[in-house]
Protein backbone atom coordinates (compact mmCIF):
# COMPACT_ATOMS: atom_id res chain seq x y z
CA UNK A 1 0.00 0.00 0.00
CA UNK A 2 3.11 2.63 0.71
CA UNK A 3 3.83 4.49 -2.09
CA UNK A 4 5.70 8.16 -2.34
CA UNK A 5 2.41 9.86 -1.71
CA UNK A 6 1.33 8.76 1.53
CA UNK A 7 5.19 8.68 2.65
CA UNK A 8 4.96 12.51 2.33
CA UNK A 9 1.63 13.45 3.53
CA UNK A 10 1.94 14.48 7.09
CA UNK A 11 -0.26 12.57 9.99
CA UNK A 12 -3.49 12.95 10.97
CA UNK A 13 -3.44 10.93 14.25
CA UNK A 14 -6.89 10.67 16.36
CA UNK A 15 -6.89 10.06 19.92
CA UNK A 16 -10.28 8.78 21.09
CA UNK A 17 -11.56 8.03 24.60
CA UNK A 18 -13.88 8.99 27.76
CA UNK A 19 -12.70 11.70 29.79
CA UNK A 20 -9.86 11.06 31.51
CA UNK A 21 -8.42 8.18 29.31
CA UNK A 22 -5.10 10.16 28.91
CA UNK A 23 -5.53 12.15 25.73
CA UNK A 24 -4.31 15.01 26.27
CA UNK A 25 -1.56 13.60 28.40
CA UNK A 26 -0.31 11.63 25.51
CA UNK A 27 -1.02 14.28 22.97
CA UNK A 28 1.28 16.01 24.62
CA UNK A 29 4.31 13.73 24.49
CA UNK A 30 3.63 12.86 21.22
CA UNK A 31 3.77 16.40 20.43
CA UNK A 32 7.10 16.53 22.24
CA UNK A 33 8.50 13.26 20.86
CA UNK A 34 7.65 13.62 16.69
CA UNK A 35 6.96 17.44 16.22
CA UNK A 36 3.39 16.89 15.76
CA UNK A 37 0.76 19.37 16.80
CA UNK A 38 -1.77 18.70 19.03
CA UNK A 39 -5.06 20.30 18.10
CA UNK A 40 -6.82 19.73 21.47
CA UNK A 41 -10.80 20.97 20.79
CA UNK A 42 -11.60 20.97 24.49
CA UNK A 43 -8.80 23.53 24.84
CA UNK A 44 -9.77 25.54 21.90
CA UNK A 45 -13.57 26.13 23.00
CA UNK A 46 -12.41 26.92 26.97
CA UNK A 47 -10.66 29.45 25.26
CA UNK A 48 -13.10 30.84 23.08
CA UNK A 49 -15.22 30.31 26.40
CA UNK A 50 -12.57 32.84 28.50
CA UNK A 51 -12.41 35.20 25.24
CA UNK A 52 -16.27 35.58 25.17
CA UNK A 53 -16.32 35.23 21.57
CA UNK A 54 -20.34 34.36 20.18
CA UNK A 55 -18.61 30.50 19.73
CA UNK A 56 -17.55 30.87 23.08
CA UNK A 57 -20.93 32.05 25.00
CA UNK A 58 -23.08 29.52 23.14
CA UNK A 59 -21.03 26.32 23.75
CA UNK A 60 -20.01 27.38 28.04
CA UNK A 61 -23.76 26.03 29.58
CA UNK A 62 -23.34 23.03 27.09
CA UNK A 63 -19.53 22.49 28.31
CA UNK A 64 -20.24 22.84 32.61
CA UNK A 65 -23.47 20.55 31.69
CA UNK A 66 -20.87 18.03 30.70
CA UNK A 67 -22.76 17.96 27.20
CA UNK A 68 -21.21 18.05 24.03
CA UNK A 69 -21.04 21.53 22.10
CA UNK A 70 -22.61 21.93 18.63
CA UNK A 71 -20.85 20.35 15.76
CA UNK A 72 -21.73 23.69 13.55
CA UNK A 73 -19.46 25.32 16.32
CA UNK A 74 -16.74 22.76 16.92
CA UNK A 75 -16.53 22.30 13.39
CA UNK A 76 -15.66 26.46 12.74
CA UNK A 77 -13.58 25.86 15.23
CA UNK A 78 -11.64 22.99 14.11
CA UNK A 79 -11.54 24.49 10.66
CA UNK A 80 -10.00 27.64 11.29
CA UNK A 81 -6.97 25.82 13.47
CA UNK A 82 -6.77 23.57 10.72
CA UNK A 83 -6.18 26.00 8.38
CA UNK A 84 -2.58 27.73 10.32
CA UNK A 85 0.27 26.22 9.03
CA UNK A 86 1.91 24.97 11.69
CA UNK A 87 -0.75 21.94 11.41
CA UNK A 88 1.30 21.18 7.92
CA UNK A 89 3.55 19.00 10.17
CA UNK A 90 0.74 16.89 11.14
CA UNK A 91 -1.87 16.93 14.20
CA UNK A 92 -2.98 14.50 16.86
CA UNK A 93 -6.59 15.22 16.74
CA UNK A 94 -7.62 15.11 20.45
CA UNK A 95 -11.16 15.06 21.61
CA UNK A 96 -11.90 15.29 18.09
CA UNK A 97 -14.46 14.16 16.19
CA UNK A 98 -17.05 12.69 19.25
CA UNK A 99 -19.52 12.84 16.99
CA UNK A 100 -20.20 10.61 14.03
CA UNK A 101 -21.22 14.10 12.05
CA UNK A 102 -17.76 15.71 13.06
CA UNK A 103 -16.09 12.22 11.78
CA UNK A 104 -17.94 12.71 8.40
CA UNK A 105 -16.94 16.20 8.25
CA UNK A 106 -13.41 15.37 9.15
CA UNK A 107 -12.96 12.91 6.34
CA UNK A 108 -14.54 15.52 3.97
CA UNK A 109 -12.10 18.20 5.28
CA UNK A 110 -9.17 15.79 4.59
CA UNK A 111 -10.11 14.25 1.27
CA UNK A 112 -10.15 17.92 0.14
CA UNK A 113 -6.28 18.67 1.16
CA UNK A 114 -5.59 14.78 -0.64
CA UNK A 115 -5.28 13.45 2.65
CA UNK A 116 -6.78 11.19 5.30
CA UNK A 117 -6.54 9.92 8.80
CA UNK A 118 -3.65 7.73 9.56
CA UNK A 119 -4.75 6.35 12.74
CA UNK A 120 -7.74 6.13 15.21
CA UNK A 121 -6.23 5.44 18.41
CA UNK A 122 -9.13 3.92 20.65
CA UNK A 123 -7.71 4.72 24.34
CA UNK A 124 -9.56 2.14 26.59
CA UNK A 125 -10.41 2.42 30.20
CA UNK A 126 -12.73 1.58 32.57
CA UNK A 127 -15.46 3.96 33.44
CA UNK A 128 -14.94 3.13 36.76
CA UNK A 129 -11.43 4.73 36.62
CA UNK A 130 -12.59 7.56 34.83
CA UNK A 131 -14.02 9.80 37.86
CA UNK A 132 -11.21 9.28 40.13
CA UNK A 133 -8.70 10.68 36.78
CA UNK A 134 -10.40 13.76 36.29
CA UNK A 135 -11.33 14.47 40.26
CA UNK A 136 -7.58 14.70 40.64
CA UNK A 137 -6.57 16.34 37.51
CA UNK A 138 -5.01 20.18 37.50
CA UNK A 139 -3.21 22.00 34.69
CA UNK A 140 -0.31 24.35 34.26
CA UNK A 141 -1.89 28.10 34.05
CA UNK A 142 1.17 29.00 32.71
CA UNK A 143 2.54 26.52 30.25
CA UNK A 144 -0.40 23.58 30.38
CA UNK A 145 1.19 20.30 31.43
CA UNK A 146 -1.22 18.50 33.02
CA UNK A 147 -0.78 16.71 36.63
CA UNK A 148 -3.18 14.53 38.81
CA UNK A 149 -3.22 14.78 42.40
CA UNK A 150 -2.19 11.19 42.95
CA UNK A 151 -0.90 9.87 39.64
CA UNK A 152 1.14 12.75 38.08
CA UNK A 153 2.73 14.90 40.83
CA UNK A 154 5.65 17.74 40.11
CA UNK A 155 9.17 16.78 40.94
CA UNK A 156 8.89 19.58 43.51
CA UNK A 157 5.46 20.14 45.09
CA UNK A 158 3.92 22.93 43.71
CA UNK A 159 6.19 23.73 41.04
CA UNK A 160 5.32 22.82 37.48
CA UNK A 161 8.38 20.88 36.28
CA UNK A 162 7.59 21.84 32.56
CA UNK A 163 8.05 25.54 32.90
CA UNK A 164 8.78 26.20 37.47
CA UNK A 165 5.51 28.23 37.49
CA UNK A 166 3.69 28.21 40.83
CA UNK A 167 0.52 28.64 39.56
CA UNK A 168 -2.47 25.90 38.72
CA UNK A 169 -5.83 25.61 37.63
CA UNK A 170 -8.62 22.81 37.84
CA UNK A 171 -11.58 22.94 35.33
CA UNK A 172 -14.46 23.42 36.46
CA UNK A 173 -16.43 20.68 34.57
CA UNK A 174 -14.04 18.39 36.39
CA UNK A 175 -16.43 17.58 39.04
CA UNK A 176 -18.34 13.71 39.95
CA UNK A 177 -21.74 15.03 38.74
CA UNK A 178 -20.39 16.32 34.88
CA UNK A 179 -18.16 13.11 34.82
CA UNK A 180 -21.49 11.22 35.00
CA UNK A 181 -22.79 13.03 31.57
CA UNK A 182 -19.84 13.49 30.17
CA UNK A 183 -19.19 9.40 30.13
CA UNK A 184 -22.95 9.09 29.09
CA UNK A 185 -21.98 11.28 26.16
CA UNK A 186 -19.31 9.29 25.28
CA UNK A 187 -20.87 6.07 25.24
CA UNK A 188 -24.01 7.60 23.05
CA UNK A 189 -22.51 9.66 20.70
CA UNK A 190 -18.48 9.42 20.62
CA UNK A 191 -17.90 5.62 20.79
CA UNK A 192 -19.98 4.23 17.61
CA UNK A 193 -16.88 6.21 16.37
CA UNK A 194 -14.69 3.30 17.02
CA UNK A 195 -16.53 1.14 14.51
CA UNK A 196 -16.32 4.32 11.73
CA UNK A 197 -12.45 4.54 12.10
CA UNK A 198 -12.54 0.34 12.31
CA UNK A 199 -14.30 0.17 8.59
CA UNK A 200 -12.09 2.33 7.30
CA UNK A 201 -8.83 0.38 8.20
CA UNK A 202 -6.97 2.71 10.77
CA UNK A 203 -8.39 1.55 14.22
CA UNK A 204 -5.68 0.64 16.84
CA UNK A 205 -6.51 -0.21 19.80
CA UNK A 206 -4.89 0.71 22.91
CA UNK A 207 -4.94 -0.28 26.36
CA UNK A 208 -5.08 2.89 28.78
CA UNK A 209 -5.77 1.60 32.24
CA UNK A 210 -1.90 1.00 32.53
CA UNK A 211 0.86 3.58 33.86
CA UNK A 212 1.19 6.68 31.49
CA UNK A 213 4.60 5.98 30.32
CA UNK A 214 3.81 2.00 29.37
CA UNK A 215 0.96 4.04 27.61
CA UNK A 216 3.52 6.54 25.93
CA UNK A 217 5.64 3.69 24.24
CA UNK A 218 2.47 1.81 22.94
CA UNK A 219 1.35 4.92 21.21
CA UNK A 220 4.84 5.95 20.31
CA UNK A 221 5.13 2.20 18.09
CA UNK A 222 1.57 2.91 16.38
CA UNK A 223 3.18 6.74 15.30
CA UNK A 224 6.30 5.08 13.98
CA UNK A 225 4.03 2.29 12.24
CA UNK A 226 1.96 4.36 10.79
CA UNK A 227 4.32 7.26 10.13
CA UNK A 228 6.11 4.52 7.82
CA UNK A 229 3.71 3.61 5.99
P1 LIG B 1 -8.24 13.37 28.82
O1 LIG B 1 -7.53 14.41 27.99
O2 LIG B 1 -8.48 12.08 28.07
O3 LIG B 1 -9.49 13.88 29.45
P2 LIG B 1 -5.96 13.66 30.66
O4 LIG B 1 -4.78 13.38 29.80
O5 LIG B 1 -6.23 15.07 31.03
O6 LIG B 1 -7.27 12.99 30.01
O7 LIG B 1 -5.82 12.78 31.98
C1 LIG B 1 -6.77 12.89 33.04
C2 LIG B 1 -6.05 12.90 34.39
O8 LIG B 1 -5.51 11.58 34.64
C3 LIG B 1 -4.87 13.85 34.46
O9 LIG B 1 -4.82 14.36 35.77
C4 LIG B 1 -3.65 12.98 34.15
O10 LIG B 1 -2.48 13.46 34.83
C5 LIG B 1 -4.08 11.62 34.69
N1 LIG B 1 -3.65 10.49 33.87
C6 LIG B 1 -3.44 10.45 32.53
N2 LIG B 1 -3.08 9.21 32.14
C7 LIG B 1 -3.06 8.45 33.26
C8 LIG B 1 -2.76 7.05 33.51
N3 LIG B 1 -2.41 6.22 32.53
N4 LIG B 1 -2.84 6.62 34.78
C9 LIG B 1 -3.22 7.46 35.79
N5 LIG B 1 -3.51 8.77 35.62
C10 LIG B 1 -3.44 9.26 34.37
P1 LIG C 1 -12.33 15.56 28.30
O1 LIG C 1 -11.31 15.63 29.35
O2 LIG C 1 -13.71 15.29 28.82
O3 LIG C 1 -12.01 14.66 27.18
P2 LIG C 1 -12.21 18.05 26.66
O4 LIG C 1 -11.31 19.09 27.13
O5 LIG C 1 -11.84 17.29 25.44
O6 LIG C 1 -12.49 17.08 27.89
O7 LIG C 1 -13.66 18.66 26.41
C1 LIG C 1 -14.32 19.42 27.41
C2 LIG C 1 -15.72 19.75 26.94
O8 LIG C 1 -15.66 20.53 25.73
C3 LIG C 1 -16.58 18.56 26.57
O9 LIG C 1 -17.24 17.99 27.71
C4 LIG C 1 -17.57 19.18 25.58
O10 LIG C 1 -18.56 19.94 26.23
C5 LIG C 1 -16.68 20.17 24.83
N1 LIG C 1 -16.04 19.55 23.63
C6 LIG C 1 -14.71 19.33 23.43
N2 LIG C 1 -14.49 18.80 22.25
C7 LIG C 1 -15.71 18.63 21.65
C8 LIG C 1 -16.16 18.11 20.41
N3 LIG C 1 -15.29 17.60 19.51
N4 LIG C 1 -17.49 18.11 20.17
C9 LIG C 1 -18.38 18.61 21.05
N5 LIG C 1 -18.02 19.11 22.24
C10 LIG C 1 -16.70 19.13 22.55
ZN1 LIG D 1 4.18 24.80 33.44
Redesign the pocket.
Known amino acids: MANTDTQTRPAVLILL?????G??TQARMLQQDFGLVQL????L??AAVKAGTEAGQR?KA??EA??????DI?LAI?RDRMAEPDTARGVIL??????PG?AEALDALLAEQGASVSAAISLEVEDAAMVER?AGRYTCARCGEGYHDRFKTPAVAGVCDACGSTEFTR?A?DNAETVKA?LE?YHAQTAPLIDHYDGLGVLKRVDAMGDITTIAADLKAIVREVSAQ
Open positions: GPPGAKGSTGDLRAVMGGLVSDVLDGFPRTQVRDRA
